[in-house]
DNA sequence: GTCTATAGGGCGATAGAC
DNA sequence: GTCTATCGCCCTATAGAC
C-alpha cells in the first residue's frame, strides 16, 4: 500500500543563497534529518525538536517548511505527480486508458532511478498508519489531477475518473511487488504486464 | 472523493444498560455531539472538551471509544466493510469483478438507506484534509478486505488486488455522483453503470 | 481520573541581502 | 528603505502515560 517521493531536497536551487547569518538549505537539512531519525528511532519516537536540532534550526522552522511531522516524507510527489499529469497531457491521442498508461509510464519511470530510496521509504511508511494516511491522500491528488488532464483533453468526466482510479491502482500495486526483495524486474514492466492483467480481467 | 459510515452510534446492542449510574449508550451520545458540532462550529474549531462536555462525559471517556477526533465520524465503515467482503464470500462462483461487484452492491445498498446522513457527513469530510486521509485508509482496508476474500476463494493474489481496486474505484466515484443534489438515480444503479463503463474503458 | 509531552499555530523581533 | 529567512516565546488541544 503506497509509492511517492523521490528527493529529501527540494529547495528552490534557481536562488542564489544569501549565504549570510544562516546555513543555507535548511529545508534539505531538515528533511535529510528527520530521515535518519525516523530510520533509527521511529517515526513517533522523533519529536520536531530532535529533527531542528540536527539541521540546526529551531522548531518553528521546521513547520514553516513542512505543514506537519507527516509532510517531510512526500517531499518529492509533487515532482511524481507533475511528471504523470504532464504526460497525460501530452501522450499522443488515443483511447482514455492508454493516456493514463503513459502518465504512469512517467511516474514509474522516475521512481525507478531510486529504488534503494523507495525501500527506505516504504520501510518507514509501512510502521506507521499515520504515514500511510498521507500516502494514500497523494495518491488520491495524483487520480484526481490525471482525471482533469483527461477531461481537457476532451474524455467524459465519469470515464476520465474511472480510468483515472485504474491507473493509479495499478501503479501502487505495482510498486509493492516491485520494492519485493524477491522482484527482479523492473517497474516499468510491472506496470504494463499490470495493464494487461486488467483489461483481462475487465474483458 | 469518499464514502463510508452509517449509524453514529455504534454501541452494542445485544447488551442490556445497566442503567445505573450513569446515563446509556454514551458512545451514542459522543458520536451525536461530534457531528452536531462539527456542522455548525467546523471540525477544527471543536475541541474534544466540548464534544464531551455536550455528552455529559469526560474527555477521557471520548478517547476511551474512539481512537481520535476523526474516528469518531467513521464508527460505521467497519459495518460496511464487513458486509461487503461477506457478500465477496458468498457471491455464487462467477469471474473475480463479478464478485467484487457483488461486495460493492452490498455495500451500497446499505449506504443507500441514509442518503441524508452521508450528505451531512460528506460536507464535513469535504471541509478537512485530514479526514479526508482518514476516509482513504478505510477505503484501503476494504481494498484489502475484499482482496483477501477473493484469494480465498481461489483468485490470483495480483488479480484479486486489482479486481478489489477497481470494485472500490467504481464505490469511491459513485458515491461522489449519488450525493451529488441533481443526481436522481439510485446507488446501486449508479454502481452498476460505473462497472458497465469500466468494462468499455478496459475493452 | 490526573498529569504531561508534544504538535502545531500566532506574532513580533532580528539580521542580513538587495 | 523593502524583502525574506529565522528566531523566540507565546499559546492551546491532542493523545498517551501513569
Chains 1, 2 share one sequence.
Do not use: C
Not at 36 to 56: D, K
Amino acid at each position: 500500500m503506497s509509492v511517492t517521493d523521490i528527493s529529501m531536497s527540494q529547495t528552490d536551487i534557481t536562488y542564489t543563497h544569501p549565504m549570510g547569518r544562516w546555513q543555507p538549505d535548511a529545508r534539505g537539512r531538515l528533511g535529510a534529518a528527520a530521515i535518519e531519525l525516523y530510520l533509527s528511532q521511529g517515526f513517533e519516537a522523533t519529536t520536531v525538536a530532535q529533527i531542528a536540532e540536527r539541521a540546526g534550526v529551531t522548531e518553528r522552522t521546521f513547520f514553516r517548511y513542512f505543514g506537519d511531522k507527516r509532510e517531510v516524507l512526500f517531499a518529492g510527489s509533487q515532482e511524481l505527480l507533475d511528471a504523470a499529469i504532464a504526460a497525460v497531457r501530452n501522450a499522443p491521442d488515443a483511447p482514455a486508458l492508454d493516456l493514463v498508461a503513459a502518465g504512469v509510464d512517467a511516474a514509474a519511470g522516475i521512481l525507478q532511478l531510486r529504488q534503494d530510496h523507495a525501500r527506505v521509504r516504504q520501510s518507514i511508511l509501512d510502521a506507521n498508519p499515520s504515514l500511510q494516511e498521507r500516502e494514500l491522500l497523494k495518491m488520491a491528488a495524483l487520480t484526481s489531477g490525471m482525471a482533469s488532464a483527461l477531461v481537457e483533453r476532451g474524455v467524459d468526466p465519469v470515464d476520465a475518473g474511472l480510468a483515472a482510479s485504474l491507473g493509479v491502482s495499478v501503479f501502487s500495486q505495482g510498486f509493492v511487488r516491485w520494492i519485493a526483495a524477491d522482484e527482479r524486474r523492473d517497474y516499468l514492466e510491472i506496470v504494463r504486464e499490470s495493464f494487461e492483467r486488467l483489461r483481462a480481467l475487465a474483458g
